[in-house]
């Protein structure tokens, strides 16, 4: 809602108001189901599960994810790294002393 211009949102300019969330656990499952066909439980299940309630991530960006490869262990590894990259650019603090760190670990 930050982003829409103030004037779309009185009234007689828009009939219908859509809330569009930020992917949840119940959504990640569905898109796991729909792209990669696992219906049950995976390995890395638990781990992306605590990563998505803590990432802001869209359900396009993870569907995005899970389109890169037909291997489920492929795709999920590639959606941990993905969500936890949103996590430290979601904090700018968290993102400058993890430079520190890998600064002073050089």
């Known amino acids: 809602m930050d982003r829409l211009d103030p004037a779309l949102l009185r009234p007689?300019?828009?009939?219908?108001?859509?809330?569009?969330?930020?992917?949840?656990?119940?959504?990640?499952?569905?898109?796991?189901?729909?792209?990669?066909?696992?219906?049950?439980?995976h390995p890395l299940f638990e781990e992306i599960e605590g990563l998505i309630e803590n990432a802001k991530v869209t359900p396009a960006e993870v569907a995005e994810e899970l389109m890169k490869s037909d291997d489920a262990d492929v795709a999920f590894g590639g959606l941990v790294n993905f969500l936890k990259q949103k996590m430290v650019e979601?904090?700018?603090?968290?993102?400058?002393?993890?430079?520190?760190?890998?600064?002073?670990?050089?």
Do not use: P
């Open 90 to 106: 979601g904090n700018g603090i968290m993102n400058e002393k993890v430079n520190d760190v890998e600064i002073q670990e050089a």
């Open 12 to 41: 007689g300019r828009m009939d219908v108001h859509i809330h569009l969330s930020y992917c949840t656990i119940k959504g990640f499952k569905l898109l796991a189901s729909n792209y990669l066909d696992i219906h049950g439980h």
